[in-house]
């Protein structure tokens, strides 16, 4: 707490005590005082960004805890549709574990910085607010009119989960703004992908296709089959069930492929929707054609593969992927050269890089 707050008092020197209270506020609590209804948000957003300006700066600041501040004035710039952002901040609020307790705790950190003369406030005026504060029954407070005079500050308090994958979620609103779209998520084993497509249906309330759904039934395993990059998804069910199914714009069915059982258990149905996203490796496989609005790749290094694959599945499970599963993938990727082809690269633990591969006409 003390790096954030420090770090707050060098990017604003001209806060007040009550400024940083603020911050250590939002560190414990989030936004979710803010959140009526999803709706309200949205209607407060808009009137908001009429009176923002544009700008290049910095689209989050972390404030610590797993929250941000998203800087209206670069998202305007961005093209982030006010209804996302709405959206997120929504789902931010939901989170509500803050508690007075924590608040107390963190402010501590800044009287100590106070004391130490590391800060330019008085401890009366920290003591003073804090007991009128806890009188008010700890309700939420603003910036100070000094703050508000020299920084126009102008954002929205969300997950920090959600900085590494807005942009690709923009693009997604946008290119469905008027027309359904397909979204392909794809990548290397352990990497996130069905976590991020999961994140991306909470959001977007979209479809999510499993491509492990479609993994090839043993009657047509052969060596020559499964020597074909991309060879071990039955693509010709996948092209037949689903790639069909949503040209049709109607309500389609496909078969559950389990590997457990190896063999089809049952049947999801899909309904026609702004969204749907096809998740997993060898989800772009060249069989499907040219299906996809939006691609998307998920990377990871060795190390943390082994890592996450260990803890998901155990040792003895990593061993097959070793010696089986991942060099399948790789040969794949390298094959159809899948990383360059996408529009977005996630990769684990690292920033999300815009290879701006959409703005290909």
Known sequence: MKKIIVNEMLKYPKSKALDILKLIYQNEFGCGHLVKDESYCLQMLEDELKTVTESADALFEPIGNGYSRLNLSAAKKAKIPASLIARLFYLSA????????GFLENVKQLKILCEQNELPFSMPEIESFINEWTKSGC?????SDKYRESYNPAY???LSKYENIIMPMSDIVNKSSNKNIVVAID???GS????LAAEMKEVLKCNVINIDDFFLPPNLRTEKRLNEPGGNIHYE????????????GKPFE????????????????VKPSTVTIVEGAYSLNPHFGDIYDLKIFCDIDPDLQKTRIINRDGVEMYKDFESKWIPMEEVYFKAFNINDKCDYVIKANQELKNKFLSLRA
């Open 237 to 248: 069910r996948f092209t037949d069930e689903v790639i069909k199914g949503l040209k049709s």
């Open 254 to 269: 496909y078969g559950v492929f389990d590997c457990r059982e190896m063999s089809i258990v049952k049947t999801e149905v």
């Open 94 to 101: 939901n989170r509500c574990d803050g508690e007075a307790k």
């Open 192 to 195: 996130g992908k069905t976590t």
């Open 187 to 189: 990548g290397r084993c």
């Open 156 to 158: 929205r308090v969300i």
């Open 139 to 143: 309700k939420p407070f603003s910036h």
